[in-house]
């Protein structure tokens, strides 16, 4: 059965740390671009983070620049994310997925995508919950 399942996610205080990991299973992730997305409640889908299939290249949403840090471990056929320095800003449901492009545009020294809804991703798994709140 072709997934990916995600995990790590909870209740954090603003400041602290968490990591995040999606394991995929029934396919490998070697050949795909991997990206971290999320959802706060009654918003929409926000990309955050996106790594290549070598895991050379990585692009990071503004808004989480210099906190997270996206990895792979193709021989764990898991997709990591180090979140460090979380804001209350941060809490949404998280969702790792898979392309087979990069997706990812540049602008102005930044980089962005703008998913409208998960099923534009190969695969993408059900999401962890991250609540950041004292």
């Known amino acids: 059965q072709v997934q990916l399942v995600e995990s790590g996610g909870g209740l954090v205080q603003p400041g602290g740390s968490l990591r995040l990991s999606c394991a995929a299973s029934g396919f490998t992730i070697r050949s795909y671009w991997m990206h971290w997305v999320r959802q706060a409640p009654g918003k929409g889908l926000e990309w955050i983070s996106a790594i290549s299939p070598t895991g050379v290249l990585t692009y990071d949403a503004d808004s989480v620049k210099g906190r997270f840090t996206i990895s792979r471990d193709h021989g764990k056929n898991t997709l990591y994310l180090q979140m460090n320095s979380l804001k209350p800003e941060d809490t949404a449901q998280y969702y790792c997925?898979?392309?087979?492009?990069?997706?990812?545009?540049?602008?102005?020294?930044?980089?962005?995508?703008?998913?409208?809804?998960?099923?534009?991703?190969?695969?993408w798994g059900q999401g962890t919950q991250v609540t950041v709140s004292s």
């Open positions: 997925a898979t392309a087979t492009t990069s997706r990812v545009n540049v602008r102005s020294g930044s980089y962005y995508y703008s998913p409208t809804r998960l099923s534009e991703y190969r695969h």
